[in-house]
């Protein structure tokens, strides 16, 4: 069966995962305000959900229709076959969002859609109770100018939950806006890689499992997995023909620093549980002694800024000394920097080849990418 699949991304992600899907073979993929429209089968649903790095989550657009009113809302969604994706014993979950439109109570609209999908099934299951106690199906509506849009969501947990996090950092930056940021370096298997301000190591981790060709998703759960809309066999296939495609011989250097042996011990353990341990490295160092004995390399970090973690005085001198220890490696060395310090560039002693904005964590920040010597990456 063929589907209207929905990708959402962060915001200013979209680009990158658009060039993800064109790798995976994907013609003219849509990219529209935070997600990406794209067509396809079941097994594309499975693969997007196992080998996107960059995605927040995979959606089935089910049915759109326009509604200014609770009736019409509730008439539109009732007439929608929802035989055909929820069985008698589905646990349904509705959230969604509103703007610009007639219908803006959030909790009126997910009871009225609920009640409207109930009503539709009891007669194709023949009770007027439902236990709910199967699988989780979670429905997510949208309304833009009265323009109702309803998804269901397959991946479940958000695609950045690989699995391999499991234990709580400070300020973590979440594992897909990091492989974004990645993607946008210059970053490359054979070439050096450093993280000056680590952390838990999810710059450094996400990295090498992309060099390795790692898929991101091949050690966690999908909601869809739980569900007989799906075929797990095609999935298992998916998961061994990924599996084949790894690099797990490639000898990679790439380093995670940071001044704090908490969260130097937290990076060890997450690149255990990655199952990479042995081809990263992790080491308690200050950024005000980053050195390297490799002329050339790529420097990718997320440094306080003051409103996060810290004071702003404290993130303006590291950045300044940041600056300093990328101008000693030389000009064979890149830098991309994760910062809301203002006047960063004065700071950092250095205008940017180019500068992006995103969010991390609800916080604007711009992508400040510094390239070696070498042509950039388009």
Not at 62 to 81: G, I, M, P, Q, Y
Not at 159 to 186: F, N
Not at 220 to 230: G, I, K, V
Request: a positive charge.
């Amino acid at each position: 069966m063929n589907y209207d699949i929905v990708i959402t991304t962060a915001f200013g992600v979209e680009s990158v995962t658009k060039r993800e899907l064109i790798r995976l073979g994907v013609e003219d993929p849509k990219a529209i305000e935070g997600s990406i429209l794209v067509h396809g089968t079941e097994e594309d649903v499975m693969k997007y959900n196992l080998l996107l790095r960059t995605a927040e989550r995979v959606h089935i657009k089910l049915t759109n229709f326009r509604a200014e009113t609770f009736d019409e809302l509730f008439d539109n969604v009732k007439s929608f076959s929802w035989e055909n994706f929820l069985p008698k014993d589905a646990k349904i979950i509705v959230t969604g969002k509103s703007k610009k439109s007639s219908l803006f109570a959030i909790s009126s609209c997910q009871s009225i859609i609920k009640k409207a999908i109930l009503v539709r099934l009891m007669p194709v299951y023949k009770t007027r109770t439902f236990s709910e106690d199967g699988a989780e199906y979670n429905i997510e509506f949208s309304i833009d100018n009265n323009e109702v849009t309803l998804l269901l969501n397959t991946s479940g947990k958000g695609l950045h939950k690989r699995g391999y996090r499991t234990l709580v950092a400070p300020a973590q930056m979440k594992e897909t806006l990091a492989c974004a940021i990645v993607s946008l370096s210059d970053m490359r298997a054979e070439r050096p890689f450093i993280d000056p301000f680590c952390g838990c190591g999810t710059f450094v981790i996400e990295a090498a499992m992309r060099a390795l060709n790692i898929a991101p998703g091949i050690n966690r759960d999908f909601a869809f997995l739980h569900w007989n809309l799906f075929d797990k066999r095609v999935f298992d296939r998916l998961k061994e023909e990924a599996k084949d495609t790894e690099k797990r011989d490639l000898c990679l250097s790439f380093c995670g620093y940071d001044i704090d042996p908490e969260v130097i011990k937290l990076a060890r353990y997450h690149a255990r549980q990655a199952g990479i341990e042995d081809k990263v490295h992790f080491q308690v160092r200050d950024v005000k002694e980053l050195s390297s004995r490799f002329s050339e390399g790529t420097i990718c970090c997320d440094p306080p800024y003051g409103k996060r973690l810290g004071d702003l005085k404290q993130a303006q001198e590291l950045t300044a000394v940041l600056g300093q220890r990328y101008r000693a490696l030389g000009d064979k060395w890149s830098a991309f920097v994760v910062s809301a310090v203002p006047d960063f560039e004065r700071r950092f002693g250095k205008k940017a080849d180019k500068n992006r904005k995103f969010f991390n964590a609800e916080e604007l920040c711009r992508l400040y990418s510094y390239f070696s010597t070498k042509e950039p990456r388009s």
